[in-house]
């Protein structure tokens, strides 16, 4: 089996949507959940579909191996950012040459970088009077959503769009394509 980790901050909708599209999975599947907030929704949905997960503080990250250690611990193939709001140090980056994802709620380079994730991205995107947003899924190195595009999905911005109703479109995109582009990465790579 290839072991996925996934990397989450927030309320861990995408690890909803990544979780049940692999359960039952006959190649991949979600092995543990890795989370920089005690109390984030993330840790509720993990408990409950039997992931494991271990809760660490941004401090912890850079400078513990709590992080590489139960990487290796429960050997993790694989890493998956889904709404993760901290950078993954040079240590990890190392150990995961070309097997770190992420994904970003806008059309890459436009709207990226620190400070633009959630609502603040959708936000700048309605301001620019943008006809079209959409999700980018790409790899990781050490900026900040500058790595390499694996994919992306537009939709449309209408122009009664508030920032909420903008996530909404983007969110199915994200459930929809992050799971299967996942899948495609790594059946490309086994
Ligand atoms: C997702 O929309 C994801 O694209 C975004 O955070 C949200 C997490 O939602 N990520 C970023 O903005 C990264 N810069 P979730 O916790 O419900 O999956």
Redesign the pocket.
Known sequence: MINLAVF??????????IVDYFTGHKLIRVKLLLCNRAG???LERASNARVDSIVFTAGDLRCSNIVPDALLRYDIDFIV?????LKIPGNILNAYPDRIV?????LLPKY?GKG???L??HKAVINAGEKFSG?TIHMVNEE??KGSIVSQHTCEVYPNDTPESL?ER??KL?YYWYPRIIEKLLVRDS
């Open positions: 989450a901050s927030g309320s861990g909708t995408n690890f909803q949507a984030a929704g993330v950012l889904a709404g993760f709001m992420n994904i970003h709620p806008a990226g633009m994730y959630g603040h991205v999700i900040y959503d996530a983007i969110h994200e």
